[in-house]
């Protein structure tokens, strides 16, 4: 298919998606994924049929794509088909596959302490300490402006957070001091943690390349992101018996069940219960029963 031939339908689905307020990135992705199903066809997506989307989703299956991706590219065509085109028929043929959900890898406070000394530079150990410290997505930890910090009521500010909703972060008073540190160092005006080009912010990408760099020389072998320090940070506030409602509202959990995963990898409430097992009295052996 010619780009001359896709740019007006694209441009089209891109207008849908600016109405309805979609994330840039969100944009991208959904342009993208429909870009794959044209590819796919090997013609206009607007002129597919059952068998076709179909077809495509067995495609997707087979050739080991991750159940995010799936659902993100039957998320992008069943948008495409119900608003786009007007083809809500189509969008029924589409299904969203269920992810088993996994325990998250959380460190221990002495393995955070060690990552975070090995951070590369005092840019990336300040921008660790927030996700760490506040609990952030990466996402968010690489949006921060500097006047997202109060540090009169000790929050931190998150704008259009995921699902585009704003919240407050706890901003701890060490916290605090490590941000006036590297404010100290590097002046940074406007963004937080500024990118190559100071007028933007640092990617995402960067952050997760340092994670891994500050992982590998801190010598920790357990596979860590800097979505580990997010949940790190709310293992550790379980352990230390903060009410999980309280929790859910620092990681900004629309349902408590999200934040309730976290209670199968804290030691403590693990440690705390007590088995059965040690509630039983000992049986007594009869006298005319010779023991086992």
């Not at 992008?76 to 189509?90: E, G, I, N, Q, S």
Request: hydrophobic share 40%; with cysteine.
């Amino acid at each position: 298919m010619t780009e001359q031939a896709m740019s007006p339908l694209r441009r089209r689905m891109i207008e849908d998606l600016t109405i309805r307020k979609f994330a840039a990135k969100t944009q991208h992705d959904y342009v993208q994924r429909v870009k794959d199903f044209a590819g796919f066809l090997g013609r206009s997506p607007d002129t597919a049929k059952p068998e076709d989307v179909r077809g495509f989703q067995l495609h997707l299956t087979s050739s080991g794509a991750g159940v995010p991706k799936i659902n993100t590219t039957i998320s992008a065509l069943r948008f495409f088909f119900t608003v786009t085109l007007d083809r809500p028929d189509l969008g029924r043929h589409l299904s969203i596959m269920h992810e088993p959900r996994k325990v998250p890898v959380v460190l221990s406070t002495e393995e955070v302490a060690r990552f975070l000394e090995a951070a590369p530079g005092v840019k990336y150990k300040a921008a660790f300490s927030v996700a760490y410290g506040a609990g952030l997505r990466v996402s968010e930890v690489a949006s921060l402006k500097v006047s997202d910090i109060d540090s009169k009521r000790m929050m931190l500010r998150i704008e259009q957070g995921k699902g585009r909703k704003d919240r407050y972060a706890m901003l701890s008073p060490k916290l605090l001091e490590l941000l006036r540190d590297w404010y100290r160092f590097a002046r940074p005006q406007g963004w937080l943690f500024p990118g190559l080009n100071p007028l933007s912010p640092m990617t995402t990408r960067q952050l997760n390349r340092a994670c891994h760099a500050a992982a590998e020389l801190a010598a920790i072998k357990k596979r860590v992101t800097p979505h580990t320090l997010r949940h790190s940070f709310a293992t550790h506030l379980l352990e230390q018996n903060i009410d999980i409602r309280v929790i859910q509202v620092l990681l900004g959990h629309s349902k408590l069940e999200t934040t309730a995963l976290y209670t199968r990898v804290a030691s403590n409430t693990i440690r705390e219960v007590m088995s059965p097992l040690d509630r039983l009295t000992p049986l007594k052996p009869k006298k005319d029963e010779p023991p086992a």
